[in-house]
């Protein structure tokens, strides 16, 4: 009898304590005040998007407590999703709108296709790991009917949904795939890190206006190589 009270009791604290989602509700909040905001970002839409995705379910299971830390995280397959500040900072750079289209290379978690997707009309992402990819888009079509995913080498971009307002690499390439810069519109930016693999790469925004393209350096990271399928 003294068990099964405990048992209740003891059921009925886990019930009213706080719940799981609204504890990281308020993670997710503090990542965006503390990492994201306090360190320049301010385009409100980001900064949203960023509060509404639930990042947690983007990774894999063992790394979900760290989901809202200030660092890239693991998700298997050699690969890693950026760091929340990473994210922001080319969701920002691109100055996203609600009637763009937008290309990703390197769909890896799905979470940075999410908050895109949170802003843009539609998001094309491409991945080379038909694992990765599968699984992103399993959780992204739960919550999205604006995100496309597709298993391809990204290098090609994606043709028949081009030309795209915007495109964000997220694996380090050698050099900028001329293919992608063909898929962007006139006006359009390109957020890429290049340079060498497990070495300091540079993020470099791209844009073209006409025939015109320039390119400059933002700041160095580290990325995972941008892989061929050849
Ligand atoms: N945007 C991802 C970050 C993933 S890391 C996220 O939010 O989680 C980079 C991803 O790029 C990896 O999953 C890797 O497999 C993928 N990748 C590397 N080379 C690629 C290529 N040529 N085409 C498409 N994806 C590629």
């Not at 994201?36 to 299971?61: F, K």
């Not at 810069?181 to 206006?209: A, H, Y």
């Not at 933002?218 to 892989?227: A, E, H, K």
């Amino acid at each position: 009898m003294i068990k099964a009270l405990i048992t209740l009791i003891s059921l009925l604290a886990i019930l009213s304590a706080p719940g799981f989602s609204q504890q990281y509700q308020s993670q997710r909040n503090d990542m965006v005040e503390n990492q994201i905001r306090n360190r320049g970002i301010r385009h409100q839409p980001t900064l949203d998007a960023m509060r509404a995705v639930p990042r947690h379910i983007y990774v894999p299971s063992n790394v979900q407590r760290q989901a809202y830390n200030d660092r890239p995280l693991p998700i298997g397959y050699g690969q890693t999703i950026s760091q929340p500040y990473i994210v922001g900072y080319m969701t920002e750079i691109i100055q996203p709108r609600e009637n763009f289209s937008v290309l990703e290379i390197g769909t890896g978690s799905g979470y940075q296709a999410a908050v895109l997707a949170e802003i843009v009309d539609h998001v094309y992402t491409i991945e080379i790991v038909e694992e990765l990819g599968k699984r992103a888009q399993k959780i992204l079509e739960e919550h999205y009917d604006n995100v496309s995913v597709k298993i391809a080498d990204g290098y090609y971009g994606w043709e028949e949904h081009a030309p795209f307002d915007a495109i964000v690499v997220t694996a380090a390439a050698e050099h900028i795939p001329p293919p992608l810069i063909n898929q962007l519109k006139d006006g359009g930016k390109m957020i890429i890190p290049v340079g060498s693999p497990f070495r300091v790469q540079q993020l470099m925004l791209v844009e073209k206006t006409g025939d015109d393209i320039t390119s400059r350096s933002l700041m160095p990271v580290r990325f995972v190589p941008f892989t061929s399928s050849d």
